[in-house]
């Protein structure tokens, strides 16, 4: 029986579970239990765990601590009817409110009925069918924190109120709202009698971000997500009557902050990311504290259109923040500049915007306006033009949209073009339709345009026929054309994608669909040569792709787009264009475990005064095919370094290079044994006997402690699993695998390291049924450690038993999985907020893999493990270089590189990079590494600025940012 915080949880993360269906029942001290809303229940506030009696789903127990019930995954309520579309982990769910007459209370508002009309429909809007027209009105209604005495917000705010009734909008998003407007608000009889609210208005939700929506379509789910102090997004799911629509509402840092720039993009990048999970049309609104426009704007930040601009036209930068017109902006203004800083942005192919206008920019008859900002208010219809929709990308060589013949048609192309065309290996047979075309890390913003545009444009078929020519200075370029019986149709497949991406086409310029054969200073002889030997052929173009080059690669396909349905489908991401795929790992090698067997025996016999002990996976006996051997060397006295490896050498020759290892807690040896590396650490244990050392190890200096400790909690995960090693160790093995396979497995990478992957997996293995399959396995360890809540330390202990860290590192941490031996402590303080957020998405995209595969019955492993599509994530790298030197020199500053990635990282987060990504595998042989810069990275100025102490500590290493395309494929 699990616990009520993991059934908590497991309803709030899962998104076939809808949070706002779910009761907990709370014991109270001589009265009746007390029931609490699920969404409205505070983890780690006032009401501990053990107080939760029962939890209920649609008025069924599906929990009860007494009764031992525990059946929400046996039983069919509380679950969704209609699939969530703000899903955790980026958005936290709320209860919406609305006002009860009977009552006289604003309480949580019924759910709706059905998706296509819904009871509260009727009741709220007075219109039961599909809506044509849909209000949507953004404020920020200038709250009195500062210069209270200069801005007369007792006057403002009854006009406020006026103004938000005389709007008739569906949906109304406000910032900067205080407990003193809200109490203003639903007080307002025309509110309480139509409108929703997206959180409940005597919370702490609007006092600690300031943001409120209101909706008089009915409301299917609200969430919010934090982004920082007092910096929110709050969003509900609207019933349009037609389809979901999700209104998100945010604030984002203003110049008056420190580094507001740098926040904001921060900010952006992660509601990027958080609004990516969103399935549906999407409309954020609220004031962005950005006047930029164009590519640099927050509509291109987030992938979004911007209503303003489709209505009013790029040209059209009609201020909302005006401090030469309105005084209250000039009271508030840093600079006297006026901007748009206020946005209303689309992502939708049901909806366009009609209209958009300003409210509140006329100020009253005494001259004063209701608030510094003036609102915008954008009415949207449906029929939506997707042609409107515009990504300002700039473009770039390395990628291009382009239609790829047939496979049986490749033969004969492939052979002309092998005798004549010098780019047969940087391309594959193609036409482009868009070239250049925008960055691969702007693919996924491009994704929504590019369906949008493919679900109009019907399949055609191509006469390949006839070879022509395009003159240059010194030679021609040859071509087979693909348009021979129809030209309409390729102009309106380049149109129709053309006015999506604006600047990856020269307007005025025509196209000519192409498919390139060869150059050539002889064209016409050449031509006639491939006229000869070409028949004409059709084909029929119904797909497309995108194609993108990275670093010295050829132009590979990344995506395949369906002409006519607009599917996009993401490619794996191979290295090569092999289509094999990596299988779960295999159990350990037995010839391998030999030689690690024999080469820590020989070690022991070299120092024989000491003890050589095993550690690591291959004590835990769940070692990879291929791993290494780790060892620990305790030795009487003190340690000799220089000593100890002169032995070893002498003693074994077959070691390819004994090197120190420089700065770690205690010195060590890596030895090189073909292709098994050694790492030994050694540990002085001073008058204790090398024999005593491991379980006296309290009594020496914490680093040795430490080193010893690996022994020890190798033995207590093997103590705890028990009987059920065999299954501990498979498990293991995958949840490493697919690890590595993620980048998410080395610690000095700021990754998790070996032993806390081994703890997770013990975790699993413990909690999980005895005859539970190693499918199901796998499956529960995704699901348990997506759904976490990482405020909660992970241990081997006892459900409740959590044993005091040594020291205070990683109480303040993202999360804190602690060793299980003394001294205890977190394996895990490496692990940044963003490294938080990224582990939590790598983990429920594996969930949701292994999920789906068990329904299809398909093999999970192939998607699971390719690599991720970094390309995608990081606009830019920060590329880190290690100097060529001899081995033993590259091999130290290699080692010192190591231990110095976890404070370039942190220098990055404070830098407001919160997304990077070390990439803990070099590429380049071995003398580069990438650093992935996020979504919006800064500057090459902004990252020298805030790179550079680092720099001068690491002499000889130099640092670079680069553009994403430069790198390649990491594996």
């Known amino acids: 029986m699990r616990t009520s915080e ?89 209860e919406p409110y609305a006002f009860d007459p009977a009552t006289g209370r604003w309480l949580p508002a019924p759910a709706p009925t059905t998706p296509s009309a819904p009871a509260s429909a009727t009741a709220r809007t007075g219109d039961s069918g599909a809506r044509a027209r849909i209000r949507v009105l953004t404020w920020n209604t200038l709250w009195d924190r500062y210069d209270a005495d200069r801005i007369d917000t007792a006057r403002r705010r009854p006009r406020l109120l006026t103004a938000l009734a005389a709007a008739d909008a569906d949906v109304i998003a406000l910032q900067e709202v205080e407990p003193d407007l809200i109490a203003l608000l639903t007080a307002e009889p025309w509110l309480r009698a139509a409108y929703t609210m997206d959180t409940d208005p005597a919370g702490r939700d609007v006092a600690d971000s300031g943001l409120v929506l209101l909706s008089r379509l009915p409301v299917r789910e609200a969430g919010r997500h934090v982004l920082g102090p007092f910096k929110a997004v709050a969003a509900i799911t609207v019933d349009t009557g037609a389809t979901p629509l999700v209104v998100a509402v945010t604030h984002l840092t203003s110049d008056h902050a420190q580094d507001g720039p740098g926040r904001r993009r921060v900010e952006l990048a992660a509601l990027a990311d958080g609004f990516a999970s969103v399935p549906d049309d999407l409309v954020v609104v609220g004031d962005f504290n950005d006047g930029s426009a164009g590519p640099t704007g927050p509509a291109a930040a987030l992938g979004l259109t911007d209503a303003w601009t489709q209505v009013h036209g790029p040209d059209d930068h009609t201020p909302t923040f005006d401090p030469g017109v309105n005084p209250l902006a000039a009271i508030g203004s840093r600079t006297g500049r006026a901007a748009r800083l206020d946005r209303v942005l689309l992502r939708t192919g049901t909806w366009r915007t009609e209209t958009a206008v300003l409210r509140g920019d006329e100020p009253e008859p005494d001259g004063l306006y209701i608030s510094d900002h003036f609102g915008v208010q954008a009415d949207l219809v449906t029929g939506a033009d997707t042609r409107t929709a515009v990504l300002d990308a700039a473009p770039t060589a390395r990628t291009a949209l382009a239609w790829l013949p047939p496979k049986h048609l490749w033969p004969d192309l492939q052979a002309l073009r092998r005798a004549h065309d010098p780019q047969v290996d940087r391309w594959p047979p193609h036409v482009n339709v868009l070239f250049g075309f925008v960055p691969e890390a702007a693919f996924t913003r491009a994704a929504p345009l590019l369906t949008a545009a493919a679900a109009h444009i019907a399949p055609f078929v191509a006469e390949l026929s006839g070879v022509h020519t395009f003159g240059h200075r010194e030679d021609a370029t040859i071509w087979l054309d693909p348009a021979a019986a129809d030209e309409g149709a390729w102009a309106q497949l380049h149109r129709t994608f053309a006015r999506h991406f604006p600047n990856c086409h020269a307007p005025g310029r025509p196209y000519t669909p192409h498919l390139t054969l060869g150059r050539s200073d002889n064209p016409q002889q050449t031509a006639a040569t491939c006229s000869a030997r070409l028949s004409p052929t059709s084909a029929r173009v119904d797909t497309l792709v995108l194609l993108s080059r990275r670093g010295d690669e050829p132009m590979r396909p990344r995506a395949v787009l369906t002409l006519g349905t607009g599917s996009l489908r993401w490619l794996p991401e191979h290295p090569d264009d092999s289509t094999a795929t990596h299988g779960p790992p295999l159990p350990t090698d037995p010839e391998r475990d030999a030689r690690a067997r024999r080469i820590a025996r020989r070690i022991a016999g070299t120092l024989d005064e000491g003890v050589v002990s095993v550690v690591g996976s291959r004590r835990m006996g769940c070692a990879a095919p291929d791993a290494d051997l780790d060892l620990v060397l305790a030795l009487p006295g003190t340690v000799d370094l220089g000593e100890v490896a002169a032995r070893v050498t002498t003693a074994l020759p077959e070691a390819g290079s004994v090197r120190p290892v420089v700065g770690a807690r205690v010195p060590g040896l890596r030895l090189s044994f073909g292709d098994m590396t050694t790492d030994l650490v050694l540990v002085g244990t001073g008058r204790i006997p090398p024999a005593d050392a491991v379980d006296r190890r309290a009594e020496l200096a914490e680093p040795a402690a430490i080193a010893l400790s690996a022994v020890t909690d190798a033995d207590a995960i093997l103590s705890a699993v028990g009987a059920a090693h065999a299954r501990f160790a498979v498990l293991a093995r995958q949840v490493k695998a697919w690890a590595h396979a993620r980048g998410l497995d080395s610690a000095p990478f700021g990754g998790l390291p070996g032993v806390a992957w081994s703890i997770l997996a013990a975790r699993t293995t413990i909690d999980a049924a005895p005859d539970a399959t190693s499918d199901e396995l796998l499956r529960d360890f995704f699901a348990t450690w997506a759904a976490w809540d990482w405020h909660t330390p992970v241990t081997l202990s006892p459900r409740g038993a959590r044993p005091e860290p040594a020291g205070t590192a990683g109480a303040e941490a993202p999360m804190s999985i602690l060793t299980p031996s003394h001294p205890v402590r977190s394996c895990t303080e490496q692990v940044a907020p963003g490294g938080l957020d990224l582990l939590t998405d790598e983990l429920y995209r594996a969930w949701e893999i292994l999920t789906a595969a068990e329904s299809d019955g398909t093999d ?78 800064p500057t090459a100025a902004d990252l020298t600025k805030c790179t550079d102490r680092w720099s001068r500590s690491l002499p000889g290493i130099t640092l670079a940012h680069t553009d994403s395309g430069a790198i390649p494929t990491l594996t």
Do not use: M, N, Q
Request: a positive charge.
């Open 6 to 94: 993991e059934i908590y949880h497991r309803v709030r993360w899962d998104p076939r579970f809808d949070p706002a269906r779910f009761v907990l029942a709370v014991s109270r001290r001589g009265a009746e239990p007390k029931r609490i809303a699920l969404p409205a229940f505070v983890p780690g506030g006032d009401i501990p765990w053990h107080r939760v009696l029962r939890i209920e789903a649609d008025g069924e127990v599906v929990w009860d601590r007494a009764e031992r019930v525990d059946r929400i995954d046996t039983c069919t309520v509380g679950r969704a009817h209609d699939p969530r579309r703000l899903r955790a982990p980026f958005f936290t769910a709320r």
């Open 860 to 937: 999970p492993w192939p998607e699971a493990t390719e690599p991720p599509p970094l390309h995608r994530r990081h606009a830019a790298w920060l590329v880190v270089t290690v100097p060529p030197s001899s081995p033993d020199e590259f091999a130290a500053t290699t080692g010192r590189l190591r231990g110095r990635v976890r404070s370039l990282l942190k220098f990055l987060e404070e830098a407001g990079v919160r997304d990077a990504h070390a990439w803990p595998r070099p590429f380049d042989t071995g003398t580069r590494y990438a650093i992935g810069l996020g979504a919006t990275p």
